[in-house]
Nanobody
Framework: QVQLVESGGGLVQAGGSLRLSCAAS????????MGWFRQAPGKGPEFVAA????????DYADSLKGRFTISRDNAKNTVYLQMNSLKPEDTGIYCC???????????????????WGQGIQVTVSS
């Protein structure tokens, strides 16, 4: 059974960078579109970024374009989220998720993603 495990979170000062990784065990991710979502304290889930199975199509939340970059290495069965110029409002729990429909499109809709990691804390201090 495939599992997703996030790593790379932690505490960083505003303006700093972090790279999150989402590794899969048990099955290849190469056929699945992948997404990153986050949840800030007291708020609902928020779409961050998504990437197609091949990596050729990406999408970002409008407010994050230019600061965050999603990528994947299917040979390593891993998806990444590079986060630069971090702000205190980027604080939250970040989760990766897989869309196992096998479609070529990618989506911002969290209900479409049917496999989720446990999430990892990112804290940005001012």
């Amino acid at each position: 059974q495939v599992q997703l495990v996030e790593s790379g979170g932690g505490l960083v000062q505003a303006g700093g960078s972090l790279r999150l990784s989402c590794a899969a065990s048990g099955r290849t991710l190469s056929n699945y579109a992948m997404g990153w979502f986050r949840q800030a304290p007291g708020k609902g889930p928020e779409f961050v970024a998504a990437i197609s199975s091949s990596g050729g199509i990406t999408d970002y939340a409008d407010s994050l374009k230019g600061r965050f970059t999603i990528s994947r290495d299917n040979a390593k069965n891993t998806v990444y989220l590079q986060m630069n110029s971090l702000k205190p409002e980027d604080t939250g729990i970040y989760c990766c998720a897989a869309d196992r429909r096998g479609w070529l499109e990618i989506t911002r809709d969290p209900s479409v993603y049917d496999l989720w990691g446990q999430g990892i804390q990112v804290t940005v201090s001012s």
